[in-house]
């Protein structure tokens, strides 16, 4: 396969199992890409990671502009030799981060300036400067700068954004000189199926090895996400890899994969595994819970992780009391461990051709413990 190009081997109606290629090596989708917002997954090396089966690690734009900085981590030979992991990298743009900063950013048409949350320094990311942060750090995948908005928001809001982060994808593109990068746009529009449609018309004029949707999971009820997601990815290109961007739990990815939808990550499993939430094939558990206290049976059954080969729930619920980083490092090798498994069992089932049988497997799992995450 060449570089960017995007096979897909079986479709299932809307489930797609497919391969892409980038600098680093093929990646197998449906994919769950593990979080490294400062060039690490917290609480994981590098071999956990391959022995949980990640296959993309990402990094955080925003976060390592500040610190190290990316000119420094290009000097030490690009972020893939800095945090030692030889698979596949993708960057965000930035522009999540630049969203949540609302009170200590001001926006313009050319970009953002923003203050530095670790001490307040002034700081300004124009979509050429996150590409050459990207650059920099030497991503096989590259987002475009977008705007993230908050939700809800009006028409006339959403519109002006939509606007503004189809100009700024032109700028991304030009400004793109690293041709073993590939570079995604990001479709906006929150809630509005008019408006994702609309923004999904402006980011696919432009020609691109691969399309995201952005602004989900940002407060709105879930079950409106489930739903506009269903409607939107079967629009979006189909010979192009498709990326949710920030979901989600283990339901999210089942119903999004059954739309259409390739690439996902999320801090989800790290963030709940250190607050002593893990996921089950049985649902969740919340180790902490006094029932656990003299368990000496694994945290899951029919899972081969090393943490439910070794330890038991009575110990995961003595380290978390405890504050033990043992408990968070445990909990986290677990819950990514558990994602990858899930992933790597669609992939499976829509190869065999029994996607529909797994899904609802799925669903009749995850659904009544799961939904109100």
Not at 143 to 153: H, N, T, V
Request: net charge neutral; aromatic share 8%.
């Amino acid at each position: 396969m060449n570089l960017g190009q995007f096979q897909v081997l079986k479709t299932q109606g809307h489930a797609r199992r497919a391969t892409l290629m980038t600098d680093h090596g093929p990646v197998q989708t449906p994919v769950f890409m593990a979080v490294g917002t400062k060039a690490t997954v917290k609480a994981m090396t590098v071999e956990e990671l391959k022995d949980c089966g990640t296959q993309v690690v990402l990094g955080n734009t925003y976060h390592l502009h500040l610190r190290p900085g990316e000119k420094l981590i290009q000097k030490l030979g690009g972020l893939h030799k800095f945090m030692n992991w030889q698979g596949p990298i993708l960057t965000d743009s930035g522009g999540f981060q630049v969203f949540s900063l609302s009170s200590l950013r001001k926006m313009s048409e050319e970009g953002v300036e923003f203050r530095s949350h670790l001490d307040g320094a002034k700081y300004f990311i124009s979509p050429e400067k996150s590409m050459e942060i990207q650059m920099d750090l030497g991503s096989d995948i590259i987002m475009a700068f977008d705007e993230c908005l908050k939700y809800p928001a009006t028409d006339e809001e959403i519109k002006k954004s939509m606007d503004l982060t189809y100009r700024w994808l032109v700028r991304s593109q030009k400004a793109m000189t690293r041709t073993n990068s590939l570079l995604f746009g990001i479709v906006q529009g929150s809630l509005s199926l008019e408006h994702r449609k609309y923004s999904l018309a402006q980011v696919t004029s432009v020609d691109l090895p691969g399309y995201a949707l952005g602004g989900l999971s940002v407060g709105e009820p879930i079950e409106l996400m489930h739903a506009l997601v269903k409607e939107v990815a079967p629009l979006m290109p189909s010979h192009k890899p498709r990326y949710l961007m920030g979901v989600g739990t283990p339901l999210d990815l089942i119903l999004s994969i059954d739309s259409g939808i390739d690439m996902f990550d999320c801090v989800m499993p790290t963030r709940v595994a250190r607050n002593g939430t893990l996921y089950t094939w049985q649902g969740k558990v919340s180790i902490k819970r006094l029932e656990y206290r003299e368990d000496p049976s694994p945290l899951d059954p029919e899972c081969n992780c090393y943490t439910c080969t070794n330890y038991s729930k009575a110990y995961l619920r003595h380290l978390f009391l405890s504050g033990e980083i043992l408990g968070s490092r445990l909990n986290s090798i677990h819950n990514l461990h558990f994602y990858m498994e899930v992933m790597r069992r669609a992939r499976h089932a829509i190869e065999e051709g029994t996607w529909e049988t797994y899904r609802d497997f799925c669903l009749s799992r995850f659904v009544k413990k799961d939904a109100t995450t």
